[in-house]
């Protein structure tokens, strides 16, 4: 199998040394995203404070289980992300708003702080063979079009790894199937499982389950141009 990139929303340099990261369960940061976020646990408002003095990035990751955010029970990769807009409130809450840069292999390190910082390790992604980039693209581009509310903010030559990310953001997923798709490094076994998932009946109890907290549509509008 051909080898890619890093999957990256841009060009990024994989920080060398550990970054804080913001375990949120059932949250998966993608590239291109733009994710909202309120932030007012005192722990994570040192983490913004000292975020915003340097150069923004940290990593959004899901706990694989949803009563042990802080027993050690990260996941092997994660979304890391750059603080892009921020606003502190009167009362030192911040809301923040972080963009996807790329997946990453994450390992937990000691910090000294209140936060949790991990070090982060390229996530390196193997492409779709060239001869199914087109009707991939295709299938991808369709069944994502018929879950948002908006027309599909992305060019006609999108590439699979981007259609598959906006796809499952669209889905009602529990975050077993995010944390499987989110770590596939095969871009098409990738697409094919977020395809799958979405020729299923949406659960009747979506509303336990991982979904954006905007328009995924919006959200990739400003992002992905």
Known sequence: PRRGSLGAAVNVTIPNTPVPVFPLTGVFLFPHQLLPLHIFEPRYRQMIEDLLDGPGRLVLASPRRRRAP???????VAGLGEI???????DGRFMIWVLGLARVQITERPSARLYRTVQCEPFVEVDVPADEVASLAAALR???SERLREPLPLPEGAP???LTDLLLQTLAATPAVLHRAFAEPSVAARAHYALRQSRRPRSADAEDEASPPTDPASDFHAAAR
């Open 160 to 162: 699979p790894a981007l």
């Open 70 to 76: 802080d027993a050690g029970d990260l996941p092997e």
């Open 84 to 90: 892009v807009r921020h606003e502190k409130l009167p």
């Open 142 to 144: 369709q069944a994502a």
